[in-house]
């Protein structure tokens, strides 16, 4: 019998995440579906599959932190990122946090299946619809110049939850901090970021696809 290769699925749309699961069902054994960032990094941790494929703008965690956190520990598990997003800069970004497709949601099927065959010999896939010229161009210069702005991790946590409606207590329980670890954090985080306001810091979280408006 064919040893199935296990497959983690995470999409903010439950729809979406069980159209791909049809599609995939014959070629992977199916071990979760999750709808947001946080769930994803618990089911990697505990079901260690060999395949993750997951969206940017997940709720709670966003896929390209949920993406690092992973890589970190599982750095053999392959990332697949199905996405609406096509900005450069984000699928830098991805494939900077390790992963090894970047296919866009409206790409269809064909595509979707080719990354997946050509992520399984060994090489990288980039959806035919960006130039990868560019992507190159994009690492070379992030690899030469890290911003000394970069968040922590529990920033971007606490960046997120807040832009996605939150207050500071709820933000909090979350993660089960105090809100006064939560405070500090988010005035710490505007201080070396050079905004002021709450809505800057939201217009930033926006740009990192950490807003809610991101999700698509």
């Known amino acids: 019998m064919n040893y199935k290769k296990r497959l983690v699925i995470a999409d903010s749309h439950r729809l979406v995440a069980e159209a791909c699961q049809h599609v995939l069902h014959h070629e992977f054994d199916v071990v979760a579906i999750v709808t947001d960032g946080r769930a994803l990094i618990q089911a990697a941790f505990s079901l260690r599959p060999d395949v993750v494929i997951l969206e940017i703008s997940l709720p709670q965690l966003n896929g390209l932190d949920a993406a690092e956190q992973i890589k970190q520990k599982l750095p053999l598990l392959q990332l697949v990122f199905l996405t609406a997003t096509s900005d450069v800069n984000a699928v830098a970004e991805a494939f900077r946090r390790g992963a ?45 110049t890290t911003s000394a702005k970069r968040l922590t991790r529990r920033q971007t946590e606490i960046l997120q939850l807040l832009a996605e409606g939150r207050s500071m207590k709820q933000v909090a329980a979350v993660l089960e901090i105090a809100p006064g670890t939560v405070a500090f954090h988010k005035y710490n985080m505007m201080e070396r970021l050079g905004i002021e306001s709450n809505a800057g810091l939201f217009d930033y979280a926006m740009r990192n696809h950490m807003a809610p408006a991101q999700a698509v």
């Open 100 to 144: 090894s497709a970047y296919v866009l949601k409206h790409s269809g099927t064909e595509e979707l299946l080719a990354a997946i065959r050509t992520i399984r010999g060994g090489k990288s896939y980039l959806s035919s619809q960006i130039a990868r010229e560019t992507i190159e161009r994009l690492l070379w210069q992030q690899n030469r």
